[in-house]
């Protein structure tokens, strides 16, 4: 690019009819000259571009396979582990309700108690491991006994009253056992 050209430009005011064709002169050659530039970049930058596009198209069915396969991996993970504590809680309520109706005594439900298997938390292989975090989620199961300001469901305020520890009519709330992976 010709410092005489940018020198012009850094220099130019327009005040007269004469000024004005002087500074059409010299913005188109600052265009053209931009336009050089970005020729010889492009010369430079498409083919990088289209490698990476080609790199990009190369992988995108093996990640697209791998990210299928982890997320099948993660929910069955996921509902087995759900089902493993659900089952284990189950066992505890049972025997807290043969406590207070009096069917068993206290001794006898902390020695059953004792006898359930406590659900792991945390499976470690040798090439990595898992670890189970509780996410509380929640479903509408009857729309029509949603409180209106429910509705359009905001599920921020759904879950800041769920988290309450207040019920809304409506909607069911659980938990799932979400898989977190170390390698």
Known sequence: ?????????????????EDLITATSVLSELNRAKDAIILEREKVTRPLLD???????????????????????????TTFQTALIAKQRSQEEAI???????????ETAI?????????????????GSVSFKTVMRFEVVDIDAVPNEYLLVNEVKVRQTLKEGKGIPGIREFEEQIPINTR
């Open 111 to 127: 020695r059953r108690l004792g006898q359930i298997e406590d659900v792991d938390k945390r499976v470690e292989t040798v090439s």
């Open 51 to 77: 490698a990476l596009n080609a790199e990009r198209a190369r992988w995108k069915p093996q990640e697209t396979k791998l990210d299928s396969l982890i997320t099948k991996i993660r929910g069955a993970m």
């Open 96 to 106: 807290a309700k043969k406590v207070e109706s009096g069917a068993i005594k206290p």
């Open 1 to 17: 690019m010709k410092n005489t050209i940018i020198t012009k430009a850094e220099n130019l005011t327009i005040a007269t009819q």
